[in-house]
Each structure stands twice: as C-alpha cells, then as structure tokens.
C-alpha cells in the first residue's frame, strides 16, 4: 500500500442502502477487505443512505418503478455522498447501476458472482407452468413481466414492490399467486426457507448483471483503487464488460425490457441476450461467442444484430 490503512480513528466508510440485501452485500465487502488486508471491523464504517428507490410511500403504493425514475433510483443520493467525501467507496447490485458513471466516480471491482437465476415463488407450490389460467402474478420488473408474458399470455401481472418479507406477506393476503425474486439476493441473506424454484437461463433469461456486487469509488482516491483492487474477481469483471456493453449498445430513452448472460469456458465466451416488447408480444434474442477478452465488442455487436432483427422504430416511445 502507498497510503496508510483504515483504522478505528479513520475508518474506511462504505456506503449502502438500507435494506437487509444491501447491508448483507456491504458486510461481504467489509469481511473481504478485512481480510484481504488484515484489519479490525473497527477499521471500516457501514454508512447507511436512503436512496430514491427507498421511499417507503412509494413502495406502498407500489407505484411502478418508471414513474418514479429507473436512471439511478437507488444509486443517486449514495454517489452524491461519495462525491462530497461523505463516503469513501459504495457498495451497490450490479442490475440497478446505470451504464455510465457520474464524473469523478468508478466501478472497477466486482465480487465473486452469485447465482444468476431468477427464483419463483409461490406458496402453493409448483412451478411457472404449474399456474392456472388467468393466474395474478405481481413483479415490478419489466423484464420479468415481459418474459412472462411472452410464454403466459393469459396471466395477469400487478405491480409488486417492497422487500422479501412484504412481498410474501402479499402473497398470503391472496394480491398474487405467484411473484419473482433473484436467487442472489436469497442465497446471501441465507433464506433457505423462502418457497421457490429456480428458472434456468434458458427458461427465463437474467437481468444485465444479476447476481453481482460492484464497488464504486473516487476516481481520484488511490487508496481505495489499490484496496479494492485485492478483492476483485476478474471473472465477474469480465462477463459484467459483455452483459454491461451489451445493455449499453441498446440503452436509450424508453424502458424496454432487456436480458443478458455471459459465461465463460476458459478463455472463450458465450453472451446470450434478448429484447422483448413491455407486453411480450415480441421477443428478439440470440447469442454469441469468442474470446472472453473481447468481450466488450461481442455484446456491442450482439445488440447490434437484435436492434437489426428488431428493426426500425423497436425502441421508439408511445
């Protein structure tokens, strides 16, 4: 290290929302640096900061996300803290981070990366196909409702926020039949006992980064670059360049459902990805493979072959 460590009279402050996910995210952080440079909990600070997304009225009202604002809804007010020293590094869920970086910030470590598959959940027990006609199923994902719909047309889809515990306390108050939460997002808070099957890639393709932890930082802070830089897996860095260039190549002013998946085999990658319409009245996917080091180029040029199966006007508004 060039500069002194964190210690219990300076610690390190990682910023985090609140919710039990981003906390149990923020305290592998912590556990990996602690031991990645041999240091006392007292030597780091969980900074808690309630972000957009985090505004229980509108979880209430299970107010759908774009109303309120997909860019940077739960990633606004943390990098806010972070450019103002506030915090010194923040500690987020890859799928909510928008593509490209405020000034002054960014995201250059990943942590090892968890389960990619989506999990359903029911209290009835079953799987998705197991649903009867017409069945109520509450997400607040467009990707999920999109791809559902696509294989269910008859199902009906409500909006469904808020945290593991409300959401299965609405499917007991009999709001669903069914929802959907990342296997991540389970398998980190230990839920062993959350009724759920998971959906395989090839049933219902992830979000653009699911199941990955990125850490972001000051560009200018060398500290943090050099701590960090001890606990960054290099796989997820690398599947995140494809998954991530893929979302960019596409990313425009209308919310339209997107998926993608990288995996890797050696030093080869195979990029899945896919487009649908809100409504799931149309699907574009496809896949490609090559050198992992290319990774960047493969989901750009990924996009490119989907927004030509797609054709003109596939992203316009209205």
Known sequence: MTQD???ADAPLKIGTRGSPLALAQAYETRARLMAAFDLAE???EIVVIKTTG?????IAADRPLKEIGNKGLFTKEIEEAMLSGGIDIAVHSMKDMPTVQPDGLILDCYLPREDTRDAFITLSG??????AQGAVVGTSSLRRKAQLLARRPD???VEFRGNVQTR???????????????????????????????I?????????????????RRTDDTRAQEMLAAIHDRDTGTRLAAERSFLAALDGSCETPIAALAELDGDMMRLRGEILRPDGAKVFSGEI???????PQLGHELANRLLTQAGPGFFDCG
């Open 42 to 44: 007292a030597a780091f």
């Open 155 to 157: 199902l009906q889809v």
């Open 168 to 198: 299965l306390q609405k499917l007991r108050d009999g709001v669903a039949e069914a929802t959907f939460l990342a296997m991540a997002g389970l398998n980190r808070m230990n839920m062993d006992d959350v009724p759920k099957t998971p």
């Open 289 to 295: 493979s090559g050198a992992a080091s290319d990774g």
């Open 126 to 131: 079953g799987g998705l196909r197991d649903l």
């Open 5 to 7: 460590l964190p210690s």
């Open 200 to 216: 395989e890639p090839d049933d219902m393709l992830p979000a653009v980064a699911q199941g990955a932890i990125g850490i972001e």
């Open 54 to 58: 985090d505004d229980r009225s509108m």
